[in-house]
């Protein structure tokens, strides 16, 4: 039976309640070899009965909340469970509202999209009057505020980005500011049935196309075929950008027309450049100093540039570190500078290499979508904000010109994702998860930190023990997912868990519309089949998809070239903006008067980076990139991501002289530190890592040394005991999470043991 992950499509085989075959999808020409830990489904790991917090059991919500994440749990009957969670949503939205639940859960749980937990706790909420919610994504929550106020809504933008193919007809230079990391393109959300990157990286080679890769890190554009590397310093992208600008107007190689006709005064913008505002010229000189990179790799690559059909790619990653608006600004004015977007080939992309469906030929089609209803409660919060949010109720703070106000959260709801690995400086999470909410409630597969540290856990099927549609918006295939395994122990889907509490709260009929999951599957595709016949797709009937198992969605008949409609006529293809036009400079933002974003990109010192003083105390500036053998934290407990650890710990890759200046081998554990926290890793020596980088990838799940309640030790590699929280700007509040500086000693003490992967203690009542 064909199954949908987020990094796959694979033909799953079953004998007697267990996974026998795991192969990858006929159609898929670079598989990725993820899928082998979906035999994790059925291991210790699971959670297999509703479990409640022994002293919440005992004492009720508020009781002994820091002993959360440390204390054992019970097993109780799914009546029991119901119940609980009922009446605590009751008392909550009685006594305090619905403001007072925090349920933007978030993470990408199932790549199906009926079985979706995010998108059917939030339904469910709504059908109670709603929730605090949370604004954008850890991915992409600077760009995702930005780009509406300079270019149009970054979804939008992602559906028309160039296809490969053009690249391939018409590039002769990439040049990528993170790389185009095949590593990261395994997964993407909603699911992928066919990876692309690699092949087509080798197709741009063949035909001629050069590479240029701009990162501390050589991999991530390991898979281009001759790639040059540019090793700046993490952080400077923007500086880098601001020297190429500088040689472009200095030799006159700008295109002075396309700029006048498609951008919105760029003149601000150049005084800047050239030193006319501020009295400082930003030369590659300057920019070299900076980024520590030589001042002719700086304008020789500009001069190529301003010769070539030229494409900018700048990986997600870079958005995600302080002041992380401004390479995405600075390399859009940076595109237009060079006179070529809108063109096959040239321009800009945001990015190739992050998610692996970017840059597909395909039609923006995104298949079924579970209606989440409308939220009564209007006080979201940027997603990075969890923490600030738990630690000021009533607090206020500045998001996109606006002031807001936190709300004073009494009750957490976590349906699919994991907290404690996408949010930055964890044992700050802790002190406030274990201070403030009265209640957490999750629904879980695994018994992973989320599950630990909650009070009241309800065991979640996974995607092999339901029936759903995997589709994904620029994915080539709809996959009908039949169930292939009997839910493990007492394991219900999300779908029954919130209809079981609907009907105990009075709402069953507005949250289930009196359909099955088979009636649900049904609507929703059928839904979805009339949306695609205005794209001029047509869907064979239910009975036919769910019998052939998939569907293939047609290719559009000319690959997409992002923004060629405004460049043909800007004047009937207005952006929505407020000049219609690609906003290097925005009066919005200049308005707004934000010291840490003005009103046009600018090179701006991030709070910790390898020029800051503080580097002298912690002189590695830490990575924290998307791991090679999971997505996030998913089936980190999984065969091929324990495969990859070092004395069961996440591995920590070192250039060799901060290695050797430290006494430091491969396979040694180390100690990963700065004011913060803490943890042990493995080491991997590599020399493609600049010197004074550290990377650590995210996900591993979180194990902190407990002591008396306190985390003074993270025993599994979790970078985030490390990265720092604080919003990228008062604009748009993303995370800062690739701004952190570090010191790494080597570890002489007796190794703790890895308990990442033991379920918790159970006790009776």
């Not at 040059?228 to 500086?239: S, Y």
């Not at 979201?380 to 923490?387: K, L, Q």
């Not at 207005?574 to 010291?595: C, D, M, V, W």
């Not at 980076?609 to 830490?622: D, E, K, N, S």
């Amino acid at each position: 039976m064909l199954t949908s992950t987020h990094w796959g499509v694979y033909d799953i085989t079953t004998e007697n309640g267990a996974i026998t075959s795991i192969k990858p999808f006929e159609r898929d020409p670079d598989p990725s070899p993820i899928g082998e830990s979906l035999r994790a489904i059925t291991g210790p790991v699971r959670v297999r009965h509703p479990a409640v917090r022994k002293s919440y059991l005992e004492g009720g919500p508020g009781s002994t909340r820091h002993k959360r994440g440390a204390e054992a749990f019970v097993d109780v009957s799914w009546n029991e469970a119901i119940d609980l969670v009922s009446a605590e949503l009751k008392r909550v939205t009685t006594q305090f509202g619905n403001s007072a639940i925090f349920a933007g859960s978030y993470g990408w749980s199932s790549a199906g999209r009926f079985h979706h937990a995010q998108s059917q706790v939030h339904r469910f909420m709504n059908c109670l009057g709603g929730y605090v919610a949370h604004l954008g994504t850890y991915s992409l929550g600077a760009a995702r505020t930005l780009l509406p106020r300079i270019l149009m809504d970054m979804d939008v933008m992602r559906s028309q980005q160039t296809a490969w193919v053009s690249l391939e007809q018409h590039c002769e230079l990439l040049v990528a500011f993170g790389g185009v990391p095949a590593k990261n393109a395994q997964v993407n959300s909603g699911g992928i049935s066919q990876h692309e990157v690699r092949p087509m990286l080798k197709r741009l080679a063949a035909a001629g196309v050069k590479f240029v890769n701009v990162s501390p890190l050589r991999e991530d554009f390991e898979s281009a075929p001759g790639a040059e590397w540019v090793a700046v310093r993490p952080n400077t992208d923007t500086a880098f950008m601001l020297g190429l600008a500088h040689t472009l107007i200095s030799e006159n190689k700008h295109d002075q027309a396309f700029l006048a006709r498609y951008c919105s005064d760029f003149e601000p913008l150049r005084r800047y450049i050239m030193g006319e505002a501020d009295g400082v010229a930003k030369s590659a000189a300057w920019a070299a100093k900076i980024c520590d990179v030589p001042a002719d790799s700086i304008a020789n690559l500009a001069r190529r540039m301003a010769a070539s059909r030229t494409m900018i790619n700048v990986a997600w990653s870079l958005q995600r570190g302080d002041h992380g608006e401004q390479p995405y600004w600075m390399a859009i004015a940076l595109a237009a500078m060079l006179g070529q977007i809108g063109t096959p080939g040239g321009g800009f992309a945001l990015a190739y290499g992050p998610v692996g469906i970017e840059g597909a030929n395909a039609r923006p089609f995104s298949g079924p979508v579970l209606p989440q209803g409308s939220n009564g409660v209007r006080t979201p919060i940027p997603v990075a904000r969890i923490t600030d949010m738990l630690e000021n109720p009533g607090g206020t703070y500045d998001f996109d010109g606006a002031v807001c106000t936190y709300p004073d959260i009494r009750l957490i709801y976590w349906a699919g994702g994991n907290p404690f690995h996408h949010h930055q400086d964890l044992n700050r999470l802790v002190r406030a998860w274990r201070s403030k909410p009265e209640t957490i409630i999750v629904n879980e597969q695994y018994w992973n930190p989320n599950a630990k540290f909650a009070d009241i856990v309800l065991p979640a099927t996974t995607m092999l023990e339901r029936n759903d549609i995997g589709s994904s918006n620029r994915d080539r295939h709809l996959i009908a997912m039949k169930r292939a395994l009997d839910p493990v122990a007492e394991a219900r889907n999300d779908y029954d868990i919130f209809s079981a509490l609907s009907e105990k709260l009075g709402v069953k009929e507005k949250f289930t519309e009196g359909r099955s999951e088979a009636a649900w599957l049904r609507h929703l595709y059928d839904e979805s089949a009339q949306r695609a016949r205005r794209l001029g797709i047509e869907l064979p009937s239910f009975e036919a998809f769910w019998s052939e198992g998939l569907f293939e969605v047609p290719p559009p008949r000319d690959p997409p070239v992002m923004l060629k409609h405004y460049r043909a006529d800007p004047q009937a293809n207005k952006l929505p903006t407020p000049s219609g036009k690609i906003e290097i400079t925005s009066p919005t933002i200049a308005s707004f008067n934000y010291a840490d974003c003005p009103g046009h990109p600018a090179w701006l010192e991030p709070a910790e980076w390898l020029g800051a003083p503080l580097a002298q105390q912690y002189p590695l500036h830490l990575m924290s990139h998307q791991p090679a053998t999971r997505l996030h934290s998913q089936y980190d407990h999984g065969s091929y991501s324990i495969a990859a650890k070092i004395q069961g710990r996440e591995a920590i890759s070192l250039n060799p002289q901060d290695a050797n200046v430290r006494g430091i081998k491969a396979g040694d554990v180390v100690r990963v530190y700065n004011a913060r926290g803490a943890c042990l890793a493995g080491v991997k020596i590599d020399d493609g890592v600049r010197p004074g980088v550290a990377v650590l990838p995210t996900g591993a799940w979180f194990d902190p040394l407990d002591v008396e309640g306190v985390a003074q030790l993270e025993k599994h590699g979790n970078p985030n005991v490390l990265t720092l929280d604080k919003g990228t700007s008062k604009l748009t509040q993303g995370c800062s999470a690739h701004s952190a500086l570090v010191q790494v000693e080597r570890y002489a003490g007796e190794l703790p043991r890895v308990t990442a992967f033991d379920p918790p203690a159970f006790a009776k009542r």
